[in-house]
């Protein structure tokens, strides 16, 4: 029988940034460390430890052996905090070889899917979380995913990369990959992309999802997770918290007349304002409270 695992994320993540070099030839001899596959090792270059990414590169190599500076690797990740690395090293004492270099590979797509350097950490917390996940699919314990929707709405293209994760994991490790587990696969990858913050990712995502069910409670009805006025308000409402926190507010010249006109909207306005006050330790002003009115209104309209 299948079963459905409940849990809670709680993650801290590092604010270093590893250096991600594309394309390069290596300046100096490296010694093998560990071979996770043919074209994944880890290596010591000068006393930092480097993770090189090249197709056969690791092919009949053993540790102890030596790498030729000067050869060109499609990749190479640096991890540079202490920290980083000594979690790193932690991890692969115990996760299996060849996830790790699975890992190594997708998060190698990542990166050229962006187009841009990501957080090192990702290499120890997704490589983490898939490793673990893996083992869970395999025993056929699905993961639920509490934040699937308000994901997959905001952080789009970290849900389509996502997808492509899963797709790769699913050829190379023969399971099937479920929307909430490619869900979490994009929250790591919007964190890897947002100085490793992924809790505040996650302290987001629940925020807005309790504002909604708030809102059904009030208004009696189920939201379609599915529209586009969906859509709009989770989006308004991420974004909303990242002006006020960075003291950035948005002008709205029409309150008076949203008041009027849209009075009750306006008022569980007022509450779900107080509702991100109180969790955030902010104030709400009166134009976002304003915007959000417009918002419950539309809400109201295809009740």
Do not use: W
Request: net charge negative; proline share 1%.
């Amino acid at each position: 029988m299948q079963g459905t695992i409940k849990f809670v994320i709680i993650t801290h993540i590092m604010l270093t940034m590893g250096v991600v070099y594309m394309k390069a030839n290596l300046l100096h001899n490296c010694k093998v460390l560990k071979v996770f596959n043919n074209n994944v090792l880890l290596v010591d270059e000068q006393g930092k430890e480097k993770i090189l990414f090249g197709k056969g590169i690791g092919f009949g190599k053993h540790i102890g052996d030596i790498i030729n500076k000067n050869i060109e690797v499609e990749k190479v990740f640096s991890i540079e905090d202490k920290d980083n690395s000594n979690n790193f090293n932690e991890l692969i004492s115990y996760a299996d070889n060849n996830v790790i270099g699975l890992c190594e590979e997708i998060i190698c797509m990542i990166s050229d899917e962006l187009g841009e350097e990501l957080n090192e950490k990702i290499h120890i917390s997704l490589t983490d979380h898939i490793n673990f996940a893996l083992k869970r699919l395999k025993e056929n314990e699905e993961i639920q995913n509490p934040f699937l929707v308000e994901t997959e709405t905001l952080y789009r293209r970290e849900f389509d990369i996502a997808a492509k994760a899963a797709r790769m994991l699913e050829k190379a490790a023969g399971v099937n990959v479920p929307e909430g587990e490619i869900g979490f696969i994009a929250l790591h990858i919007h964190s890897a992309r947002n100085d490793g913050k992924l809790s505040n990712t996650l302290k987001y995502n629940f925020l807005s999802n309790s504002i909604v069910e708030f809102i059904e409670d009030e208004l009696n009805m189920e939201i379609d997770r599915q529209s586009l006025d969906y859509a709009r308000f989770i989006t308004h409402i991420r974004f909303a918290i990242e002006r006020i926190l960075t003291d950035n507010p948005i002008k709205n010249d029409l309150i008076t007349e949203i008041k009027n006109k849209y009075k009750g909207s306006y008022e569980l306005a007022q509450k779900v304002a107080k509702l991100i006050e109180e969790q955030l330790d902010i104030k709400v002003v009166e134009d976002e409270i304003a915007y959000m009115a417009i918002h419950i209104e539309r809400f109201k309209m295809v009740k």
